[in-house]
């Protein structure tokens, strides 16, 4: 597509409940990230992939928070028995490659997650 | 580990003043700097980058240029308008993949 795309773009759930949240990248782009984003701060790296794999996860913050990527195309963040700490705004980005340095991302308008 | 530190926010401006937002970084190699604006409800965008020392990267009359001796690179803009309010990220991405962040400084721009 022309741009990354996510969606939801606005998710309300219950605390405990899981959620899914959907990353289109760039068509092209075999880099892919995920960034959190709380209110009044700033961006914390979740994951990267490289393709289809996730060579960098250790920016997820617990067991609860899983992402997986198919076809080195769409990724899936889910969350498991959401808290009310994961209230945040989830980007997604895309790169054309993950290791040069004068790349930058194309960020996603995000999925404004909140937890009650 | 890299980092990167921005004057804390919000900023506020009348139409035509100058800006200066302030960018220093911590990196072991030699990264490639971007900023990075973020509208009212909008994601985030490129606003401009320079990939190595002394290089002056502008766009839509913002420009930052990246001083190595000094590890920074301030945003500048010699009159801001009104759509210019929006939260402004300063980042680096060194030889690895990963951008790192600052918290971000709002910008407010009074008519």
């Known amino acids: 597509g022309a741009g990354v795309s996510q969606s939801p773009s606005n998710k309300v759930t219950e605390k405990g409940k899981d959620v899914e949240l959907r990353c289109d990248p760039i068509?092209?782009?075999?880099?892919l990230y995920w960034y959190r984003q709380r209110l009044g701060q700033g961006l914390e790296f979740l994951i990267y992939?490289?393709?289809?794999?996730?060579?960098?996860k250790s920016g997820l913050p617990s067991d609860r928070f899983s992402a997986e990527r198919t076809g080195e195309s769409v990724s899936t963040l889910t969350i498991q028995r959401t808290q009310q700490e994961d209230s945040a705004v989830y980007l997604c980005?895309?790169?054309?490659?993950?290791?040069?340095?004068?790349?930058?991302?194309?960020f996603g308008s995000g999925t404004r997650l909140t937890v009650v | 580990g890299d980092s990167v530190t921005q004057m804390e926010g919000p900023v506020t401006l009348s139409e035509e003043a100058f800006l200066t937002i302030n960018c220093t970084y911590t990196?072991?190699?030699?990264?490639?700097l971007f900023w990075y604006v973020q509208y009212p409800g909008e994601g985030l965008q490129l606003l401009l980058k320079?990939?190595?020392?002394?290089d002056k990267g502008s766009n839509k009359g913002f420009e930052a240029t990246y001083r190595k001796e000094t590890t920074s690179f301030h945003l500048e803009k010699g009159s801001v308008q009104v759509s210019d309010s929006a939260v402004y990220f300063c980042?680096?991405?060194?030889?690895?993949?990963?951008?790192?962040f600052g918290s971000g400084t709002r910008l407010l721009v009074r008519p």
């Open positions: 980005a895309s790169s054309l490659a993950g290791g040069a340095r004068d790349y930058g991302y194309t």
């Open positions: 068509s092209g782009h075999t880099a």
């Open positions: 992939f490289q393709g289809n794999s996730a060579p960098d």
């Open positions: 990196a072991t190699g030699y990264p490639s």
């Open positions: 320079a990939t190595k020392a002394d």
């Open positions: 980042a680096l991405r060194d030889s690895s993949y990963k951008l790192i």
